[in-house]
């Protein structure tokens, strides 16, 4: 059994804890207070000193002295808060007017103590703030985690940029209104649309998927509105079309952009009077289905070379969502391996199979032109061809293993974790951003489609070094 000491070594820490105070006494006193509980602390003389140490360590609480000899309590308030709008802040100070504590509070203070304090309730007040920050960022995390997991049907993200995806699905899936998907081939535009479909009030119904790019015209045509008894020589009897098998559901056109332009007028009209015939028919059906429609082609510069029907583009065009390559959100790639290798394993009847670090890096390099669908291909082909518990190089194709630059060092450690990988590859990926835009942040998380704050966030987790523009 661990003696008393080992155990309050493992125990994780209760929170950091910065004091910005000119007075010595009391830094120390409350450092010694704090340090007792068991918190991080760390000391800051001057507002200057204090935002030197935020900018170095992100901390869980500061304890600011409201009159500081080089600048005012409150204008380091306003500092820290446009730096990070979710810390925690407590102000402290012996001019302890109500007038001050309500400048504080506005100012976004999480509470107000007048010297000298009273310990225990210092300490009551300190605690109250740290959980909360963490409870909050807890259900944050939960909810992620039930979108990855549960929301959105195998579609599997932890980056930014899916993050948005999955709460603009949230949002427009309740409505009625018409949705174009846009990205390159095997992003995942079927599944984005059943997410939709399966989060509106129509996921009780049908959810009817067609690929209008695979088919003639003509046989278009009769699967879409259906066909009466002899409209043609094999129309041996009627058939119903997918407008009325997908009534009060989804239809979801896939790679709209290829389809003829005589089809998109016929789609236009269906779109703007709600109503069809069917192939040699003479009656109109009355229609009520949610039209999804996707495309790998840039439709603008489809109309602008008469490809395209520009009224069809703009009555499908109300709700756009743009679907991110893999190779521009690759922190996603260990978890697709994971989500994939699970599957296949229990499709195949296989026992679990783990991807090693040597083979997770060319995974991470690779561009991947045909998105998930290939890494997909890529995952099945190893997890059939493997015999081990451990997937490695061996099992992936050629083609993958001698493409792209080695990583940095850290992957050939013998020690190198798949976390440590991973953040490696952020590491480098997010540098090599800045690099390219001379080490402006602000348009880097421009081009990331990323907050500033979130870039500021990763940076420092990543001990990334900034350079001044212009420096060797």
Known sequence: MPDS??????????G??????DETGIRESLEALLQLEGYDVTLAACGEEGMARLAENPFDLVLLDFALPDRNGLEIMAEIRERDPQANVIMITAYGTVENAVRAMQAGAANFVQKPWDNEKLLADIRAVIARQR???ENV?????????YGFHNIVGKSEVMLRIFDLVAQVAPSRSTILLQGESGTGKELIAKAIHMNSPRKDRAFVPINTGSMPPDLLE???????KGAFTSAVASKKGLFEVAD??????DEIGTMSLDMQAKILRVLQDRKFMHLGGVAEIQTDVRIIAATNIDLRDAVREGKFREDLFYRLNVITLDLPPLRSRREDIPLLVGHFLKHFCEENAKPARTVTP??????????????VRELENVIERAVVLSNAPLIGTDLLPDYITGHGPALPSIEHRADASLFDIMEECERRIIGGMLEKCSWNQTEAAERFHIP???????IKRLNIEIRKKGRE
């Open 358 to 371: 040597e083979a997770l890096r060319p995974l991470l390099d690779y561009t991947w032109p045909g998105n």
């Open 248 to 253: 009060r559901g989804t239809l979801f056109l």
């Open 141 to 149: 995390q939960l909810k992620r985690a039930l979108k990855q997991r």
């Open 135 to 137: 409870a909050e960022d």
């Open 5 to 14: 000491a080992t155990a309050s070594q493992s125990a994780p820490k209760p």
């Open 222 to 228: 009769s699967t879409l509105f259906g066909h009466v």
């Open 16 to 21: 950091s804890i910065l004091i910005i105070d």
């Open 452 to 458: 500033l704050s979130t870039l500021n966030q990763k």
